[in-house]
């Protein structure tokens, strides 16, 4: 697990954590938590903002909160990977945000076994929450990025968690760009252009066959 922490312009402390990095032919693990240290920082000026906001002016009203807590799932993770493996990084702002992670977990878990915003299913479907489960939404994917996020009303909290996960996938596609521009042509996202092994476990039993 590599972390990385920081403070807000407005005293916030931010930190970002991840237990995998899944670019790594972009990113060491030490620039992988920065990239989400800053992403953190923006969710950090947004919360504060909108926490110190007159009524009216914030996004479904000022935030109840200074602090939230943030999972995000990864992306590239099969769905046969665990709940607890398919983890990729937490955030979190503020110093009462570790308690909102089991929340932020909920929801993000709940995303991913049904397919959708886990708040459909707490407001609509219940049935598909079992015991143990979040009684509140919602969740957020972005093109695939799934981000839960807890420690404001419902809306507030699928607002910050959709701009984490957008501006996420913005920069992972700056980067894979830049990326490609700097290697040129080739076939696999690896700095060796080398599949990952288990392409090659997949179809071992007939590669070491004779022909």
């Not at 929450?129 to 807890?150: D, L």
């Given at each position: ?8 312009e ?21 620039d ?5 240290l800053d992403?953190?920082?923006?969710r950090a000026?947004?919360?504060w ?17 200074a602090?939230?807590?943030?999972v ?9 990977v665990?709940?607890?493996?398919a ?18 977990a909920?929801?993000a878990?709940?995303?991913?076994r049904l ?7 707490v ?18 994917a972005?093109?695939g990025?799934?981000?839960g ?5 419902t809306?507030?909290?699928?607002f910050?968690?959709g ?6 996938v ?5 980067a ?8 040129g ?8 252009d ?6 090659r476990?997949?179809?071992?039993f ?5 022909p």
């Amino acid at each position: 697990m590599t972390t990385r922490e920081s403070v807000s312009e407005h005293g916030l402390t931010v930190r970002a954590q991840h237990r995998h990095n899944p670019y790594g032919h972009l990113f060491d693990d030490a620039d992988f938590a920065g990239l989400l240290l800053d992403l953190g920082l923006r969710r950090a000026a947004s919360i504060w903002r909108n926490h110190t906001a007159p009524a009216a002016t914030a996004p479904r009203d000022p935030y109840p909160r200074a602090s939230m807590g943030f999972v995000l799932l990864d992306p590239t993770a099969g769905p046969w990977v665990p709940e607890e493996r398919a983890v990729m990084a937490v955030v979190t702002v503020g110093e009462d945000a570790r308690r909102f992670l089991p929340r932020a977990a909920a929801k993000a878990a709940g995303h991913r076994r049904l397919g959708r915003n886990y708040g459909e299913a707490v407001l609509t479907d219940p049935h598909l929450c079992g015991s143990g489960g979040f009684r509140y939404g919602h969740s957020a994917a972005i093109r695939g990025q799934i981000v839960g996020a807890s420690s404001q009303s419902t809306d507030q909290d699928l607002f910050e968690a959709g701009r984490l996960a957008a501006e996420l996938v913005d920069a992972i596609a700056a980067a894979q760009l830049a990326w490609e521009e700097r290697t040129g042509p080739g076939d696999w996202y690896s700095a060796e252009d080398a599949p990952h092994p288990v392409y090659r476990e997949m179809v071992a039993f007939a590669l070491d066959r004779e022909p």
